[in-house]
């Protein structure tokens, strides 16, 4: 199952864990499985059917482009991370 | 199949003459400011002498009464807006558009001297500019606070009553962000570190110094259809932003891009554009050209990047390993939230490979001008504090500064400080590029009555992707043009086209690079965070890759078999079956009449594969003891590109970058009064560096090639302004036995250290 990395200052909403194994094939799924077990999760990272506007997140290392509806495999890693800028 | 580390190129990697250099030398590139329209007005703001107050009433009647002045608009002008987020950046960064309206033309504060406040258009500049003397505006003044620690604290003045904290929900504050990354048992790596060094750094607000000033060119008839002219790097943000503030759908707003003279993030957001087209609309749809001055441009009308207090604590066991890190940053974001200090949060510490760590960053309003980008925004601040640190603990380790990096260093598959791993990048070779290179192996000379020192440091920046379009059309006489939605502000059009030119087997002259307005080409991210030859170049090598396509089949009709049957290699179709002489695209050209007629290619593409980038600077300084003026002597800049298309732009960008970081290091800053006037507005005073103060920038390219990258191309633009700072103030550290930690090492401040020392 896919591991999920929580930021630092969301930690309180899963209780301290830092990093968490959920089931899911889309980022959106495992979002919703996490937030089953977890509420209030989802939350701090979706507004409507997106994620947060401040908000972006990895898988595998690599931008995900396709946001909530981004494939994930067994074994990959999701981080959320802050959406980027630029000079 | 050769994958980017092993091709062999025939067009990428040589120095071809720019394709947009001739219209630049001989002045006939058509900059924002040279464009004219018959019947055209010219728009003025007036902007506040206050730093904070409440604005009571604004009145225009004399103005309008001026023989000449055809509007006068305010905030009560745009459509009304939220602070709902409105996306940009293909989704990936969001605006919040009352805030952007706001800080274009003030809503019912003014916070900070410049904010806007009304716009005029007239016939004439000068008319347009005694009619802002003629707008009567009541204010009533607020305190204000200019001090970055003042403004966290609790009763500072507040900037705006509706910014709360998390944490605190019930209370005012200045405090608009808090950002935190964490990993580790912080207490248990300090315990065990055998040196620990702590230090507090501060930066003053620095602008990006783009020599082209702001300006646009609106018209709006009114019809629902809006066209703007201007200097931006990004057309399609200017284009949703406009939108929005007028209260437009996205695609009724057309944005020309002019040629650019100098952007280094500034350009990414709107800066008067939309007041342009308030004032044509107000006018009756005249065409209305605004061009700021340099005092508007530095006083705040277009955003400096942040001024920073950043405290930074590190542990290493005596053999180098660093084992602990604690960052604490506060970045001044200015009147409205945003500074860039999660990317210094993010970028600080991301070189090394730290088992515990906790960084903290702090958004901060004050009554300074709104910040925004500017080139690896938040890097450079944080990247000053942390490897002036690094250095310190190699000093106190007894090693050699590099030799500690490479120790610590950040590898494939090293967690980022915000988690993902990294792919293979180039930090080590970076680091070792510097150890062999002639300057580090020459030992710096002393001479007598003079301070010399030499100081080295390091910097990392994320890069960019995102999404970019571009079109390859082939011409009858076998050429073949290209088409991008990328300004292009450094060398981009040159390397786009050197990529098709390689593909399609063509001389880098013979494709003529274009950039379209926002109805001619797909939606394309702006031209910023390093991403135009990486994210552009991998859609115009897909463009081109899809003529080849359409060669092939070409090839295979003229042939009469399968276009399975013809391969594309070394720019010519290839039959497999019948042994026929192969095609290049110059002899397909003259027959794709009779084949199935014109050839364009096309592609659109959301990039990933993104390839980080290191830099390193090492610099030799002398400062003379009586007026404490550091002079660089020597300055060698290496930086890891992944592949470099163009080396002689390649170099540029290290180069510039380079510069700027050390007009940071050396001398820029702003310098408030007591009232909150920046008083040192005009390149006069703020003293960027020239070609007569600095020798020359030695670049040294590391091409470790990018995995993610069909031409293990890396973003190439910013890193290089990232470690100056820190190697000038290692550097003069090291010269006056004194650490420095406050930016600019200018030669008032430098004088105190020196005068300290002397006692």
Same mark, same amino acid.
């Given at each position: 199952?896919?591991?999920?990395?929580?930021?630092?200052?969301?930690?309180?909403?899963?209780?301290?864990?830092?990093?968490?194994?959920?089931?899911?094939?889309?980022?959106?799924?495992?979002?919703?499985?996490?937030?089953?077990?977890?509420?209030?999760?989802?939350?701090?990272?979706?507004?409507?059917?997106?994620?947060?506007?401040?908000?972006?997140?990895?898988?595998?290392?690599?931008?995900?482009?396709?946001?909530?509806?981004?494939?994930?495999?067994?074994?990959?890693?999701?981080?959320?991370?802050?959406?980027?800028?630029?000079? | 199949?050769?994958?980017?580390?092993?091709?062999?190129?025939?067009?990428?990697?040589?120095?071809?003459?720019?394709?947009?250099?001739?219209?630049?030398?001989?002045?006939?590139?058509?900059?924002?400011?040279?464009?004219?329209?018959?019947?055209?007005?010219?728009?003025?703001?007036?902007?506040?002498?206050?730093?904070?107050?409440?604005?009571?009433?604004?009145?225009?009647?004399?103005?309008?009464?001026?023989?000449?002045?055809?509007?006068?608009?305010?905030?009560?002008?745009?459509? +009304?807006?939220?602070?709902?987020?409105?996306?940009?950046?293909?989704?990936?960064?969001?605006?919040?558009?009352?805030?952007?309206?706001?800080?274009?033309?003030?809503?019912?504060?003014?916070?900070?001297?410049?904010?806007? !406040?009304?716009?005029?258009?007239?016939?004439?500049?000068?008319?347009?500019?005694?009619?802002?003397?003629?707008?009567?505006?009541?204010?009533?003044?607020?305190?204000? $606070?200019?001090?970055?620690?003042?403004?966290?604290?609790?009763?500072? +003045?507040?900037?705006?009553?509706?910014?709360?904290?998390?944490?605190?929900?019930?209370?005012?504050?200045?405090?608009?962000?808090?950002?935190?990354?964490?990993?580790?048992?912080?207490?248990?790596?300090?315990?065990?570190?055998?040196?620990?060094?702590?230090?507090?750094?501060?930066?003053?607000? $620095?602008?990006?110094?783009?020599?082209?000033?702001?300006?646009?060119?609106?018209?709006?008839?009114?019809?629902?259809?809006?066209?703007?002219?201007?200097?931006?790097?990004?057309?399609?943000?200017?284009?949703?932003?406009?939108?929005?503030?007028?209260?437009?759908?996205?695609?009724?707003?057309? $944005?020309?891009?002019?040629?650019?003279?100098?952007?280094?993030?500034?350009?990414?957001?709107?800066?008067?554009?939309?007041?342009?087209?308030?004032?044509?609309?107000?006018?009756?749809?005249?065409?209305?050209?605004?061009?700021?001055?340099?005092?508007?441009?530095?006083?705040?009308?277009?955003? +400096?990047?942040?001024?920073?207090?950043?405290?930074?604590?590190?542990?290493?066991?005596?053999?180098?390993?660093?084992?602990?890190?604690?960052?604490?940053?506060?970045?001044?974001?200015?009147?409205?939230?945003?500074?860039?200090?999660?990317?210094?949060?993010?970028?600080?510490?991301? +070189?090394?490979?730290?088992?515990?760590?906790? !960084?903290?960053?702090?958004?901060?309003?004050?009554?300074?001008?709104?910040?925004?980008?500017?080139?690896?925004?938040?890097?450079?601040?944080?990247?000053?504090?942390?490897?002036?640190?690094?250095?310190?603990?190699?000093?106190?380790?007894?090693?050699?500064?590099?030799?500690?990096?490479?120790?610590?260093?950040?590898?494939?598959?090293?967690?980022?400080?915000?988690?993902?791993?990294?792919?293979?990048?180039?930090?080590?070779? !970076?680091?070792?590029?510097?150890?062999?290179?002639?300057?580090?192996?020459?030992?710096?000379?002393?001479?007598?009555?003079?301070?010399?020192?030499?100081?080295?440091?390091?910097?990392?920046?994320?890069?960019?992707?995102?999404?970019?379009?571009?079109?390859?059309?082939?011409?009858?006489?076998?050429?073949?043009?290209?088409?991008?939605?990328?300004?292009?502000?450094?060398?981009?059009?040159?390397?786009?086209?050197?990529?098709?030119?390689?593909?399609?087997?063509?001389?880098?002259?013979?494709?003529?690079?274009?950039?379209?307005?926002?109805?001619?080409?797909?939606?394309?991210?702006?031209?910023?965070?390093?991403?135009?030859?990486?994210?552009?170049?991998?859609?115009?090598?897909?463009?081109?890759?899809? $003529?080849?396509?359409?060669?092939?089949?070409?090839?295979?009709?003229?042939?009469?078999?399968?276009?399975?049957?013809?391969?594309?290699?070394?720019?010519?179709?290839?039959?497999?079956?019948?042994?026929?002489?192969?095609?290049?695209?110059?002899?397909?050209?003259?027959?794709?009449?009779?084949?199935?007629?014109?050839?364009?290619?096309?592609?659109?593409?959301?990039?990933?594969?993104?390839?980080?980038?290191?830099?390193?600077?090492?610099?030799?300084?002398?400062?003379?003891?009586?007026?404490?003026?550091?002079?660089?002597?020597?300055?060698?800049?290496?930086?890891?590109?992944?592949?470099?298309?163009?080396?002689?732009?390649?170099?540029?960008?290290?180069?510039?970058?380079?510069?700027?970081?050390?007009?940071?290091?050396?001398?820029?800053?702003?310098?408030?009064?007591?009232?909150?006037?920046?008083?040192?507005?005009?390149?006069?005073?703020?003293?960027?560096?020239?070609?007569?103060?600095?020798?020359?920038?030695?670049?040294?390219?590391?091409?470790?090639?990018?995995?993610?990258?069909?031409?293990?191309?890396?973003?190439?633009?910013?890193?290089?302004?990232?470690?100056?700072?820190?190697?000038?103030?290692?550097?003069?550290?090291?010269?006056?036995?004194?650490?420095?930690?406050?930016?600019?090492?200018?030669?008032?401040?430098?004088?105190?250290?020196?005068?300290?020392?002397?006692?």
């Amino acid at each position: 199952m896919p591991t999920v990395f929580i930021p630092s200052l969301l930690r309180k909403y899963t209780s301290g864990q830092e990093s968490l194994v959920v089931p899911g094939r889309t980022v959106g799924e495992v979002v919703r499985n996490l937030d089953e077990k977890y509420p209030g999760f989802r939350n701090q990272v979706v507004e409507g059917d997106d994620l947060k506007s401040s908000l972006a997140v990895s898988v595998d290392g690599d931008l995900a482009v396709g946001g909530l509806l981004e494939q994930v495999r067994e074994s990959s890693e999701i981080h959320f991370v802050p959406a980027i800028g630029g000079g | 199949m050769d994958t980017p580390q092993t091709q062999q190129f025939k067009i990428i990697g040589t120095r071809p003459v720019r394709h947009d250099g001739l219209d630049k030398v001989i002045g006939r590139a058509k900059y924002g400011a040279d464009y004219a329209f018959p019947g055209m007005l010219y728009g003025k703001v007036l902007r506040s002498t206050l730093a904070h107050a409440r604005i009571k009433s604004i009145n225009a009647e004399k103005a309008l009464r001026l023989p000449g002045v055809k509007a006068v608009v305010t905030h009560a002008d745009f459509a +009304p807006q939220t602070t709902a987020p409105v996306y940009r950046m293909g989704g990936e960064a969001a605006i919040n558009p009352l805030y952007l309206a706001c800080n274009i033309l003030s809503k019912d504060k003014v916070l900070f001297v410049g904010h806007g !406040v009304a716009a005029v258009a007239a016939t004439s500049p000068h008319i347009a500019e005694e009619a802002l003397a003629l707008i009567e505006v009541e204010y009533e003044p607020l305190p204000m $606070v200019l001090d970055l620690l003042e403004a966290m604290k609790p009763g500072a +003045p507040i900037l705006n009553p509706d910014v709360r904290r998390k944490s605190a929900p019930d209370e005012q504050t200045n405090i608009a962000g808090e950002f935190q990354f964490k990993r580790g048992d912080i207490e248990a790596g300090f315990k065990a570190a055998d040196i620990i060094v702590e230090r507090e750094f501060r930066t003053e607000m $620095v602008h990006q110094g783009y020599i082209e000033p702001p300006n646009a060119l609106g018209i709006f008839p009114g019809d629902g259809h809006a066209t703007v002219y201007t200097s931006t790097q990004g057309p399609f943000d200017v284009r949703i932003m406009s939108a929005t503030l007028l209260g437009l759908p996205e695609g009724s707003v057309k $944005v020309i891009p002019a040629e650019i003279g100098g952007g280094f993030g500034a350009k990414l957001t709107v800066h008067i554009e939309p007041i342009a087209l308030l004032l044509s609309k107000a006018s009756g749809g005249r065409p209305v050209k605004m061009v700021m001055t340099r005092t508007e441009m530095m006083r705040g009308a277009t955003g +400096p990047t942040s001024g920073s207090i950043l405290k930074v604590k590190m542990g290493a066991m005596k053999e180098g390993k660093i084992v602990a890190a604690k960052a604490w940053f506060a970045y001044e974001a200015g009147a409205f939230p945003g500074s860039p200090v999660w990317l210094g949060c993010f970028t600080g510490l991301s +070189p090394y490979n730290i088992e515990n760590f906790l !960084v903290d960053g702090y958004d901060v309003l004050i009554n300074k001008p709104k910040t925004t980008s500017y080139r690896a925004p938040g890097a450079t601040n944080a990247a000053f504090a942390v490897e002036c640190v690094v250095d310190e603990l190699a000093q106190r380790c007894g090693m050699d500064p590099l030799d500690l990096r490479i120790k610590n260093a950040s590898r494939e598959g090293t967690a980022s400080v915000m988690g993902p791993k990294f792919p293979r990048i180039g930090f080590v070779e !970076v680091c070792e590029a510097i150890k062999n290179s002639d300057h580090y192996r020459t030992p710096l000379a002393q001479v007598p009555g003079k301070y010399r020192g030499r100081g080295v440091a390091t910097g990392f920046w994320i890069n960019g992707g995102m999404q970019s379009s571009a079109i390859v059309n082939v011409h009858a006489d076998g050429t073949a043009s290209l088409v991008t939605g990328s300004v292009d502000i450094g060398g981009s059009r040159a390397s786009t086209a050197m990529v098709v030119a390689e593909v399609l087997g063509l001389r880098a002259e013979d494709v003529r690079p274009a950039v379209a307005d926002t109805d001619s080409i797909g939606y394309t991210d702006g031209t910023g965070g390093s991403r135009v030859a990486f994210a552009t170049g991998l859609a115009a090598y897909q463009a081109a890759h899809d $003529v080849v396509r359409q060669l092939k089949e070409r090839a295979a009709k003229i042939w009469e078999i399968t276009a399975e049957d013809v391969d594309w290699t070394d720019g010519k179709a290839i039959s497999r079956k019948n042994g026929v002489a192969p095609l290049s695209l110059k002899e397909l050209a003259p027959r794709l009449t009779r084949t199935g007629g014109p050839v364009t290619g096309r592609a659109n593409v959301y990039a990933t594969g993104v390839g980080p980038s290191f830099a390193g600077c090492l610099v030799d300084v002398e400062i003379d003891p009586e007026t404490a003026k550091v002079q660089v002597l020597r300055c060698t800049v290496v930086q890891d590109v992944g592949k470099a298309i163009h080396p002689s732009y390649v170099e540029g960008q290290m180069q510039g970058g380079t510069v700027q970081g050390l007009g940071w290091a050396l001398n820029e800053e702003y310098v408030y009064d007591e009232k909150g006037t920046l008083r040192n507005a005009s390149f006069l005073d703020y003293r960027m560096p020239t070609c007569l103060d600095l020798p020359m920038i030695d670049p040294v390219i590391v091409e470790v090639a990018n995995p993610g990258h069909p031409l293990g191309v890396r973003g190439v633009g910013e890193v290089s302004i990232v470690p100056p700072p820190a190697a000038v103030a290692n550097a003069v550290s090291m010269a006056v036995g004194t650490r420095i930690t406050d930016l600019p090492v200018s030669p008032p401040r430098l004088f105190k250290v020196l005068s300290a020392k002397r006692g």
